[in-house]
C-alpha cells in the first residue's frame, strides 16, 4: 500500500549538507500523507465516544469550508491498514462531509506507546464522560505498567501510595485520588455506568457500588427502576457493607432503596447527556448541574420580569 504525501522534499543525506538552517528546519518537518478512508480502522478497544451531536455538525461544516486544520495521527498495522491514533472525530467528520480521503501523520509506535498517545490527546476534549475518563485512565496505567513504570491499580482513598496515576494527575484537571476513583468505575455493569454518565448517580457512591458484585449489580438497576431514585453516598456505603458481609439480598437493597433520604422527600432526575444539547460546549461537564441551575435561575427572572410588565 503506497501512502500519497502531500510534503515530500525527498532529500538524501548528501544534500543536507548543503541545507541552510531554515531548509533543515522545514525537512524535519513530520510528513503529511492524504490517506483513504476505507483504509483507517479505530483504535482497538477505544474508549472515548464519536458523538453526532452539534460540536460534530460544526466540526462538519468547517471540514468542508477550510478542509482538517490539523492532520490526524495514524499506526501502521501489521497487515498494512491503519489505526487511528488520534482524530476519530476528524475522520468522523471527513466522513459525513463526503470526503475520500484524510491528511495524516504517520508516526511508528508500539502498542502502548500509541495508547499512551491516544489517551493523552482525547483528554483535551472539552466534554468528557465519566465512563471515557474511566477507562481512558486504566488503559494508560496499564500500558504504562507494561512499560516497566511504577503503577498501582489499587484503589487508594487517602491517596498515600506512589503510582502513575500522579502523571495522569498532573496532565488533567483530577487528582490521584481521583484518578483511582474514575478507575473504580470500570467495575461497573453497563446500566450503572450509563446512569453516571446522565448525571444521576454521582461519583463518589458509584465509587462504592462498584465493589459490588456483578448480580448485586443487576439486582440494584432493577430496584433503581422500580423505585426511580438512586443512591446516595450513605445508601451506597450501606449497600457495600452488607454486600462484605455476604447479606444483600434484592430485599434488602429494596428497603435500602426506600429510605427516605436527608432533605429529600422528592427527586428529580434530568438526563445530563440530553440537556447537553442546550449547553454550550465550553461548558465542562462536571459543571452541567450548575449551569442547569444557573439556566433556572435566569429564566425565573424573566418569568418576573414578565409578571412585572403585565401589572
Do not use: W
Not at 446512569?195 to 448485586?216: C, H, N, Q, T
Amino acid at each position: 500500500m503506497k501512502e500519497r504525501p502531500l510534503i515530500d522534499l525527498g532529500m538524501t543525506g548528501y544534500d543536507e549538507l548543503f541545507m541552510n538552517d531554515a531548509e533543515r528546519r522545514e525537512a524535519a518537518l513530520p510528513k503529511i500523507y492524504n490517506i483513504p478512508l476505507s483504509e483507517i480502522d479505530d483504535f482497538p478497544d477505544h474508549p472515548f465516544q464519536v458523538r453526532l451531536d452539534e460540536d460534530m455538525d460544526q466540526l462538519v461544516e468547517s471540514v468542508k469550508e477550510r478542509g482538517v486544520i490539523t492532520p490526524i495521527t495514524l499506526r501502521r498495522k501489521t497487515d498494512g491498514r491503519y489505526e487511528i491514533v488520534s482524530g476519530h472525530r476528524r475522520r468522523k467528520a471527513c466522513e459525513l462531509a463526503g470526503f475520500a480521503t484524510v491528511p495524516a501523520e504517520i508516526k511508528e509506535l508500539t502498542r502502548d506507546e500509541a495508547i499512551i498517545l491516544m489517551v493523552e490527546s482525547n483528554l483535551q476534549r472539552s466534554t468528557i464522560l465519566p465512563s471515557e475518563k474511566a477507562f481512558s485512565y486504566k488503559m494508560r496505567l496499564e500500558a504504562m505498567k507494561r512499560q516497566g513504570q511504577r503503577t498501582d491499580l489499587t484503589f487508594c482513598p487517602m491517596g498515600t501510595k506512589l503510582n502513575s496515576a500522579g502523571e495522569i494527575a498532573r496532565q488533567s484537571s483530577d487528582s490521584e485520588r481521583q484518578v483511582f476513583r474514575y478507575i473504580r468505575l470500570t467495575e461497573l455493569i453497563p446500566d450503572l455506568l450509563t446512569m453516571v454518565d446522565e448525571g444521576r448517580i454521582a461519583l463518589r457512591p458509584a465509587v462504592e457500588l462498584s465493589y459490588l458484585g456483578k448480580l448485586e449489580q443487576q439486582d440494584l438497576a432493577a430496584a433503581i427502576g422500580l423505585s426511580l431514585a438512586t443512591p446516595s453516598h450513605a445508601q451506597a456505603i450501606k449497600l457495600r457493607t452488607f454486600s462484605k458481609e455476604g447479606k444483600l439480598s434484592p430485599a434488602v437493597i429494596e428497603s435500602i432503596m426506600c429510605e427516605e433520604k436527608p432533605n429529600q422527600k422528592e427527586k428529580i432526575n434530568i438526563k445530563y447527556a440530553e440537556a447537553r444539547k442546550y449547553i454550550p460546549s465550553s461548558v465542562p461537564y462536571e459543571q452541567t448541574g450548575a449551569y442547569i441551575l444557573k439556566a433556572l435561575e435566569y429564566y425565573h427572572r424573566h418569568l418576573e420580569r414578565q409578571r412585572d410588565d403585565t401589572r
